[in-house]
């Protein structure tokens, strides 16, 4: 047995070990008194108290200490989420329930980092609360959900406002040498009988992320540091709400952001003398106007309608010029400016959507349990454009785009019940929930006409005609609450999701690479199978998920060789020169199947449960494993390789402070879960070859220590330090993100610049939280 099937098999043995304590605990209870739980086996619910405690300012931190999920890391572009085997815009993310933008990038673009391909992140500083939904879900989270969902909830008055209090105040600074970043916010709050009101502005800027590589080649692929940069990001949340009685409440919500992440592209490689400077800019705005009514009835719950907005610009402005050879002075001159491009993605989102809930009722026979029903509908439209300003410095501005604008218009319902048994069987009366669900989608995706002049390959082939995605998708959730400490549980979920815009119009032609429309794409689809185990008690708790994927009709990136005719060859004959030319095309294509197992398991145990003199100490331990494979020869590189994290804490029972301290293991990704198909040239032309990919990470352990400190009633400092042993390792997300043949995020062909990607050393946070 090897080390890390020792330290696996050690974690399992401490997860059944405090199985009997909780098995005594439940034979203790005369009487099962049962509080039921809204958080489900495969969602896990970050609160604020949680955001706070764990100290996460951004998305790397938000998946740092949850195993099974990872992000998309793509050097100056985060695309997300990476779960159950799946990544970026299969992973649904929205914020109160809205959709976040696709990225609607293209690998070839990618190469060349021209646009800004991120998906938009959400600031933990505007959230109340994060729920990461492992499995497929686009019952509740619609087109995307084929993997999961992240859906960020933002702040309410009550999140400010302190118990008892009518009025409340927030102030907050905090640092992160990770990449020497502080954030400053500040919010007030009103929370009255009738009126709520909450209003939060918060101000962040960094710098870059801080690798632990060493070395001193500065410039092109082969840096061996991470490239300077300059991070300006401004988020604002304002909500009102009234309650004109009782049964009726009208509110109002904005929230949004304004950011860039100035980069200096010191390892950009191009021709010659060549450099960049990328200006990455986002921006957000999400609005929400809404209508509850809760009667005094006992038939209707609840009726709640809303009107939602949504905008958003993505945008990369890339400053490139060169750098002069002085050949007196032997050494280049300073840099000159020779062209901007300023390439934007835009899209506009409105919703109008209506929901009813009933009361708890049941019908006359016991036997069909008691019944709680719930429907929606909406009709939303969204509308995605591209333009592009190029400017040659001295000359006039190409203004551009690179596909017709599209619009797609939605029409939905949903339809959901939960039923509650209460069999009885003998002195035994578990608790049996059921909730089942069927939503119907209905978007119909519409080229426009052109908004600026487009390439020749674009006009070719004319406005698309319009598709249209019909797709029904359903989820059964059972629970069986065994006693007062045990539960079973079994769940399957169905996603889909529908091709962007970008994948199914966008077309290209030159010699340096082309790029075939697909009008024909399909949805793809994903069942999720979850078989659960839990048992929590006040003595601790253990969760044990055990989960199948499959997906089916998975869009790929097909990429064929292409033979055009030389009209040179008259000429260049005699010498040898090849008839045809041979170009590499790429094209989405639905082609493959995929199948992701796996398990997840933790546990926490409070030590007092076996000393008095323990009270205020607890341990814990986490696992997640997973194995996959496509249908075709390539691995699945998203899925994540082994993690698992143990916990030491303690808290002292006046909560006036506690300390946290954390062991993680980060697996290594084996070559057999990493091949991958490359079309190598040879004399015989282009030929496809299954290949290993060729930067694997090495397995990591890394040990975090934080913790808080409560100074009067009003006041809370927080701190942290990470990698506290300063190791020096690579990430899974960070290496799969290096483009192979590219100008940006790459490495030279001898593996220089992979120190480029270290993950940062010893690094620490601390924060102050003024409440009042």
Not at 278 to 284: S, V, Y
Not at 434 to 439: I, L, M, T, Y
Not at 607 to 630: E, H, Q, V
Not at 724 to 747: E, M, P, Q
Request: hydrophobic residues 35%; proline residues 3%.
């Amino acid at each position: 047995m090897n080390r890390t099937q020792s330290i696996a098999s050690g974690l399992f043995f401490s997860f059944f070990a405090i199985q009997p304590i909780l098995a005594e605990e439940a034979a203790e209870l005369q009487e099962i008194v049962v509080k039921e739980k809204e958080t489900k086996a495969n969602l896990i619910r970050k609160s604020r108290h949680a955001i706070q405690q764990e100290m996460i300012n951004d998305t790397r931190d938000l998946v740092r200490y949850t195993t099974d999920v990872g992000i998309s890391d793509n050097g100056r572009h985060l695309k997300g989420f990476a779960m159950r085997g799946v990544e970026g815009n299969r992973v649904g993310i929205s914020i109160d329930g809205i959709s976040l933008p696709d990225s609607e990038e293209n690998s070839l673009y990618a190469r060349y980092g021209n646009f800004n391909s991120s998906r938009i992140s959400i600031d933990p500083e505007l959230v109340s609360g994060i729920d990461i939904y492992r499995g497929a879900n686009s019952f509740n989270s619609g087109s995307g959900s084929l993997g999961g969902s992240v859906n960020y909830k933002s702040l309410d008055a009550v999140d400010i406002v302190l118990d008892g209090n009518k009025f409340g105040s927030l102030l907050k600074t905090s640092y992160a040498s990770k990449n020497r970043e502080w954030v400053k916010t500040v919010g007030v709050g009103y929370l009255g009988e009738k009126l709520d009101l909450v209003l939060l502005y918060s101000n962040r800027t960094g710098h870059e992320m801080k690798s632990n590589g060493k070395g001193d080649i500065e410039l092109y692929s082969s840096r061996q540091k991470p490239d300077p940069s300059r991070l300006r990001l401004n988020n604002y949340l304002f909500k009102l709400g009234y309650a004109f009685s009782p049964e009726h409440r009208l509110a109002f919500s904005i929230n949004g952001q304004k950011g860039s992440r100035y980069t200096d592209e010191l390892s950009y490689t191009s021709i010659g003398s060549f450099w960049r400077e990328a200006d990455d800019e986002n921006g957000r705005i999400n609005a929400n106007l809404n209508y509850a009514y809760t009667p005094d009835s006992k038939y209707l719950a609840l009726l709640r309608a809303d009107i939602d907005y949504q905008y958003t610009d993505l945008a990369a402005v890339n400053n490139k010029g060169r750098r002069p050879w002085n050949f007196t002075k032997n050494q280049y001159e300073a840099k000159e400016l020779v062209e901007v491009h300023d390439r934007r993605m835009k899209t506009k989102y409105t919703r109008f959507s209506v929901q009813m809930d009933s009361q708890p009722f049941e019908f006359p026979s016991k036997l069909l349990g008691e019944h709680q029903l719930s429907v929606s509908a909406f009709v939303s439209r969204r509308d995605f454009k591209n333009i592009n300003y190029d400017t040659i410095i001295g000359a006039s501005t190409t203004v551009y785009t690179i596909q017709h604008p599209v619009r797609t218009n939605q029409l939905g319902a949903t339809i959901k019940d939960k039923v509650v048994w209460s069999p009885a069987f003998g002195e035994w009366s578990p608790m049996i929930t059921a909730q089942f669900g069927s939503r119907f989608n209905y978007e119909k995706l519409e080229p426009r006409e052109l908004n600026a002049a487009c390439s020749a390959a674009c006009k070719r082939e004319g406005k698309p005609d319009t598709s249209v995605f019909e797709n029904v998708t359903s989820f059964l959730d059972l629970e069986a609450q065994l006693n007062s400490v045990w539960k079973v549980g079994y769940n399957v979920g169905a996603g889909y999701r529908i091709p962007t815009a970008s994948e199914m119009y966008f077309t290209f032609d030159s010699p340096y690479g082309k790029w075939k429309s697909n009008p024909d794409l399909v949805a793809e689809r994903s069942v999720t199978h979850t078989f659960s185990v839990a048992a929590h008690s006040e003595k601790g708790s253990f969760d044990l998920n055990i989960y199948q994927s499959n997906y089916n009709d998975f869009l790929f990136e097909r990429e064929t060789i292409v033979k055009s005719y030389n009209p040179y060859y008259h000429l260049c004959a005699y010498y040898g020169c090849s008839k045809y030319f041979e170009t590499p095309r790429q094209q989405m294509v639905n082609i493959d199947k995929a199948r992701i197992r796996g398990l997840e398991a933790k546990a926490t145990l409070s030590l007092n449960t076996l000393s008095d003199r323990l009270n205020g100490w607890s341990i814990l331990g986490s696992i997640g494993y997973s194995k996959g494979k496509l249908s075709t020869e390539s691995s699945l590189l998203s899925i994540q390789p082994m993690k698992m994290i143990w916990g030491l804490d303690y808290e002292a029972p006046s909560g006036k402070w506690g300390i946290f301290n954390r062991l993680t293991y980060l697996g290594a990704k084996k070559a057999k879960d990493a091949q991958v198909v490359e079309n190598i040239y040879s004399s015989r032309g282009y030929e496809p070859e299954v290949t290993t990919y060729k930067y694997l990470n090495k397995s990591a352990y890394l040990f975090d220590m934080f913790g808080y400190y409560k100074a009067t009633k009003n006041i809370t400092l927080r701190a942290g330090v990470y990698n506290l042993f300063n190791r020096t390792y690579h990430t899974w997300d960070a290496l799969r993100g290096i483009n192979a043949n590219s100008t940006t995020n790459t490495v030279d062909r001898e593996g220089r610049g992979l120190q480029r990607f270290y993950a940062p050393g010893r690094n620490y946070s601390a924060s102050v939280e003024i409440k009042f």
